[in-house]
């Protein structure tokens, strides 16, 4: 039962232009989201994360947007750059005493072309 | 590199043996985790531990998988007897608190286990 759901494998976007990387959640437990980023050979990296209290966390060139009621967030990243070509892994937790329990999705292979 | 160190990063094991997977979290982390990630999937959480303590065991298989956190030296995930099946990508992760809103977990490099 995949609870963390990334739908697209891969996204290819220009040099410049913005990048827009969906997830989606099916359990409504789920209070704590957080985006990983991959390069091969590499474990994940810790880009941005969102606490369900808000709908919105900006860091630089990323932002993260969380819509509640659709159970739903997306990860921004704008401009683009070469560098950022990776796979981007969502993940949630639960508050609790199980919080450090980490849900990921499959990730998605973000491309951008030069 | 005061990042979460992994060792070895590629191991090569038969079926039968043993696979000893090493983790030294970052500097000032006490607590461990440890996520394995087979081809096409995400990580999935499989083991949570603190100094000398075994906290959430939850995610992993009830037989040949053990993992300890040593009072000194690094975290070790062992896997007995293994089978092709073991064969994925094994990655720990450290926080300084217990991860959750706001501590973030860091993650090593991966040790990479192939079966043959």
């Known amino acids: 039962d995949q609870q963390v759901k990334q739908n697209s494998p891969s996204l290819s976007v220009q040099e410049g232009r913005i990048s827009i990387l969906n997830c989606d959640y099916t359990?409504?437990?789920?209070?704590?989201f957080l985006w990983y980023k991959k390069y091969p050979a590499e474990g994940p990296t810790f880009l941005i994360s969102?606490?369900?209290?808000?709908d919105k966390n900006e860091d630089g060139r990323f932002t993260v947007f969380l819509n509640k009621s659709a159970k739903h967030l997306s990860l921004h990243i704008v401009p683009s750059q070469p560098g950022d070509s990776a796979v981007y892994f969502c993940a949630a937790s639960a508050s609790g005493g199980s919080n450090y329990k980490l849900t990921f999705g499959k990730g998605t292979l973000l491309t951008v072309n030069p | 590199n005061a990042g979460v160190m992994q060792n070895p990063r590629h191991l090569v094991r038969r079926r039968g043996q043993e696979a000893r997977l090493r983790c030294s979290p970052m500097?000032?982390?006490?607590?461990v985790y440890w996520y394995r990630q087979l081809p096409e999937e995400g990580l999935k959480f499989m083991v949570y531990l603190q100094k000398e303590n075994i906290i959430d065991e939850s995610g992993m298989p009830k037989e040949r998988f053990s993992a300890e956190f040593p009072k000194e030296g690094p975290s070790i995930l062992r896997i007995q007897q293994v089978v092709r099946g073991d064969s994925a990508a094994y990655f720990c992760a450290s926080s300084p608190l217990q991860g959750g809103s706001n501590q973030p977990q860091h993650f090593g490099d991966g040790t990479r286990l192939s079966i043959l």
């Open positions: 500097k000032g982390h006490s607590h």
């Open positions: 359990n409504s437990m789920f209070d704590y």
């Open positions: 969102i606490s369900s209290i808000k």
